[in-house]
């Protein structure tokens, strides 16, 4: 079982940046594949990046990619997303997701076995 808590969500005008940060618990942090996803009001939730366990490939939703930088600190047990060039269309609630049943990066919701509770993240024009 692994819990996962996110933290780094805000307002930021447009442009501007935020780091949002994950930590899980438990000693098998490595074993897992962790991802970023964001749900918007009205939307279906959507992946947004991933990371592999041993931080050797990443993956990122192309609405993201430039702007976005996830990362991972195995021996903190911490999952990062760094996000630059904030636009209000990224403005959704950020999940952190981890997987286990599978070692490559997957944008499949339904791969990950376990979610945070979510952080806000508000970008205003």
């Known amino acids: 079982q692994v819990q996962l808590v996110e933290s780094g969500g805000g307002l930021v005008q447009a442009g501007g940046s935020l780091r949002l940060s994950c930590v899980a618990s438990g000693r098998t942090f490595s074993l897992y594949t962790m991802a970023w996803f964001r749900q918007a009001p009205g939307k279906e939730r959507e992946f947004v990046a991933g990371?592999?366990?041993?931080?050797?490939?990443?993956a990122y939703a192309d609405s993201v990619k430039g702007r976005f930088t996830i990362s991972r600190d195995n021996a903190k047990n911490t999952v990062y997303q760094s996000m630059s060039s904030l636009k209000p269309e990224d403005t959704a609630v950020y999940y952190c997701?981890?997987?286990?049943?599978?070692?490559?990066?997957?944008?499949?919701?339904?791969?990950?076995?376990?979610w945070g509770q979510g952080t806000q993240v508000t970008v205003s024009s």
């Open positions: 997701a981890a997987n286990r049943r599978f070692a490559v990066v997957t944008a499949t919701e339904g791969a990950y076995d376990y």
């Open positions: 990371i592999s366990l041993s931080t050797s490939y990443t």
